[in-house]
């Protein structure tokens, strides 16, 4: 991942784990990007209910891993999607959490 890639990353990370609807609509972007089937997609139109410097972030993001060839995941943040996981899908950290 180049620089302004990982930059905007580590700062929507950061972001995704606060509390706000900002927050919310960014942890949806990652956890999308993570696993869409089980944790939900993305609604492109929270692109317009974010700061610009945060849409900016998301398209960064997005735009590198349309560059890729292969499917590319953050795996290396692995704790820190877990905790947003766990924060904004609480249903299905605990469903992921039981023995089997």
Do not use: C
């Amino acid at each position: 991942m180049d620089e302004p890639t990982w930059a905007a990353l580590q700062r929507l990370l950061t972001l995704a784990k606060s509390d706000t609807h900002q927050a919310r609509r960014v942890a949806n972007f990652i956890l999308a990007w993570w696993n869409a089937e089980s944790l939900g997609g993305f609604d492109i139109t929270d692109l317009f209910a974010v700061d610009p410097r945060i849409a900016t972030d998301m398209t960064t993001v997005f735009s590198w891993l349309a560059r890729q060839s292969n499917a590319t995941y953050p795996t290396e943040h692995r704790a820190e999607i877990e905790a947003i996981i766990a924060q904004w899908r609480p249903e299905v950290w605990a469903r992921s959490s039981q023995p089997a």
